[in-house]
């Protein structure tokens, strides 16, 4: 395989002693990046007031330059905050109701996309393959496209694809469909997405599959749209499987959680870890657990929710209107069933070191992980790989996570029902052994057997795999 350039919205630098961030996916890109040799290139983190950001700035580490640059507020304000956040994340995550178009922000989004071309256009080998992530930069291989660039661009997104009739909503969703196309491999974290996005082409009259004769492979496709011939996968995302179960057999005698096996007092533990998101459902997650503990007043005093939800891109009011619910249901649901010797709930707004995190992860005789919609999920693949295979605790999912479609151990729930999730919580809690080993079981084969390396090296793969439609467009 030839040099590899990834382009990414924010890039996960190695810090100054050169040690590689933390996280499945930043730790398997560099990894092949490594192999390769080649280029990060993204946004620096920096913003500038006015103007133009200044060029790029550069950082080798081992194989990898790290290319960064920098973004104006205003592109900040209208391609980040704007379009990317407030209406293609809500849109795609079937939140019709939080998008706010406004072609200002379109713009914005467009102008950066066209700069990071621009920007990449000096740094790019006849033949390099070029890996984009994300919603952040749909429209970037059509720009480098008309730029003259032959190579072959893959493109993995990490959101679902919602069905056509959501994706219609949005003003100029023409370009946003038309924008996939100019890529040669485009993957998707589950079968529906593809499916959804197939589905966009075929309603809107611009492509189709283009296998014949026997029934198509739901996932994987050949579609032709647009003038161009080029590939759709699913690919899954999976975590590092094998060494996040290690940091957390590691963790149990650590600090924080000694301190909160003491805290508990015997009591079982439940836990909820998420960016503060709407996507996430934490509210509908704390109405289940209100209504689990009315259905069942003898486990009152026995069990504690424990959410740790970091808040996340704070700029977006949407987001602050959230941290502002959450606390106050959580306040109620406490001041209202808990006693003067037992909190029902306690909510930590704050990000947990990540030790830390797998170790409370095995504390935990339920992992509750609701999202109303997630691409994938990755904090439930990391509870299950976090278990006591001798005593392992179960998984309590949401049916719209990208990640219910692969667990087929953990006991699903429809989080916008707080009956079900309730039903659900009873049932995780009174499972016996065997049938928690039994489900654990399963479940981790299944994580080992697709964790990050895998899905890293399966996508590149399929993208050096890929003959690259050469066709003018
Ligand atoms: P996210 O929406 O960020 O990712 P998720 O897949 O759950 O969601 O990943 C979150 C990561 O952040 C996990 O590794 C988790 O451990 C960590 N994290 C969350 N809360 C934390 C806390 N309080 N402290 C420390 N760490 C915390 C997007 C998509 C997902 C998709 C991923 C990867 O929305 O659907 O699974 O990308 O493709």
């Known amino acids: 395989m030839g040099r590899m350039i990834v382009v990414s919205n924010r890039v996960p630098l190695p810090d100054k002693e050169g040690r590689m961030p933390a996280g499945g996916l930043a730790v398997a890109v560099h990894a092949a990046l490594q192999d390769s040799g080649g280029i ?21 580490h081992g194989t ?30 079937c939140r019709i109701d939080l998008a706010e178009y406004s072609r200002r922000d379109k713009e914005g989004y467009f ?34 496209r008309r730029r003259g660039v032959t190579n072959r661009i893959g493109f993995f997104l990490h959101i679902p694809w919602p069905p056509a009739d959501i994706l219609f909503a949005m003003p100029i969703y023409d370009q946003i469909l038309k924008g996939l196309s100019a890529y040669d491999l485009v993957g998707f974290q589950t079968d529906h997405d593809l499916d959804n996005y197939i589905s966009c082409l075929i309603r809107e009259g611009v492509g189709d599959r283009v296998e014949e004769g026997t029934r198509p492979d739901p996932s994987r496709a050949t579609l032709s749209a647009y003038g161009r011939t080029f590939r759709a996968r699913t690919f899954g995302i999976g975590i590092e499987t094998r060494d996040f179960a290690e940091l957390a057999a590691a963790s149990t005698e650590t600090e924080a959680v000694t301190d909160m096996r003491r805290s508990l ?17 934490i509210p509908q997650r704390i109405l289940g657990f209100e209504r689990f503990l009315d259905l069942n007043p003898d486990r009152a005093g026995h069990v504690t929710l424990l959410q740790i939800a970091p808040s996340s891109r704070s700029e977006v009011p949407e987001y602050r209107d959230m941290q502002s619910e959450v606390e106050a249901l959580a306040g109620h649901v406490n001041g209202t069933r808990g006693r003067i010797d037992w909190t029902p709930i306690r909510y930590v707004n704050q990000s947990v070191e990540r030790g830390a995190l797998a170790g409370l992860y095995r504390e935990a005789r339920v992992g509750l992980v609701t999202p109303l919609r997630d691409g994938m999920n990755l904090v439930a693949k990391e509870y299950v790989a976090a278990q006591n295979p001798d005593d392992p605790g179960v998984l309590v999912l949401s049916r719209f996570a990208g990640a219910a479609r692969e667990l087929k151990g953990a006991v699903l729930c429809n989080p916008y029902d707080s009956e079900q999730t309730a039903r659900a919580i009873e049932w995780a809690l009174s499972m016996t052994l065997e049938e928690r080993r039994d489900r654990w079981r399963g479940m981790m084969d299944y994580l080992l057997a697709n964790d990050i390396q895998t899905w890293c090296r399966s996508y590149l793969q399929a993208l050096a795999d890929t003959a690259p439609d050469r066709g003018t467009r």
Do not use: C
Request: net charge negative; aromatic share 12%; hydrophobic share 40%.
């Open 64 to 93: 990898i330059d790290y290319v960064l640059t920098d973004l104006s507020d205003r592109d900040m304000d209208e391609y980040y905050s704007g379009f990317a956040n407030r209406v293609l994340w809500p849109l795609f995550h």
């Open 265 to 281: 007092a015997g009591r079982d533990l439940i836990i909820g870890v998420d960016r503060l998101d709407y996507s996430k459902g």
């Open 111 to 144: 102008r950066v996309n066209r700069m990071f071309a621009d920007r990449l256009m000096p740094l790019i080998e006849p033949d390099d393959i070029i890996w984009v992530h994300d919603y952040h930069l749909i429209p970037l291989a059509e720009e480098l």
């Open 40 to 60: 990060w290139f993204g946004w620096s983190g920096q913003s500038v007031p006015e103007g133009d950001p200044g060029p790029v700035s550069r950082r080798s």
